[in-house]
Nanobody, 122 residues
Framework: QVQLVESGGELVQAGGSLRLSCAGS????????MGWFRQAPGKERAFVAA????????MYADSVKGRFTISRDNAKNTVYLQMNSLKPEDTAVYYC???????????????WGQGTQVTVSP
């Protein structure tokens, strides 16, 4: 069974930085693309970033491009989301997910973590 555990979410002031981590239990972790999504109160879950299995390709939502960086360490079965220049509108529960294939579409992600709360104060 695939398990994903996120960590690193906390309260931070606008303009600050956070790094989220997501540890996967799957031995075949390096074979799959991974993604980060977020859900703000009263809003639908939205794509944030994705990375292909080797880490050579990444994609981002326009709202985070230039501020967030997704990366992975396959030796540690971990994917990261470095978030810089945080804004109050980045406040959300952030989820990591394991993809069927490299995509920005949540429907292509069958496995999800429990989420970690990021709160950005003005």
């Amino acid at each position: 069974q695939v398990q994903l555990v996120e960590s690193g979410g906390e309260l931070v002031q606008a303009g600050g930085s956070l790094r989220l981590s997501c540890a996967g239990s799957e031995s075949a972790f390096s074979m799959y693309a991974m993604g980060w999504f977020r859900q703000a109160p009263g809003k639908e879950r939205a794509f944030v970033a994705a990375i292909n299995p080797s880490g050579s390709n990444t994609m981002y939502a326009d709202s985070v491009k230039g501020r967030f960086t997704i990366s992975r360490d396959n030796a540690k079965n971990t994917v990261y989301l470095q978030m810089n220049s945080l804004k109050p509108e980045d406040t959300a529960v952030y989820y990591c997910a394991r993809a069927t294939y490299y995509s920005a579409n949540a429907a292509n992600y069958p496995y999800w973590g429990q989420g970690t709360q990021v709160t950005v104060s003005p």
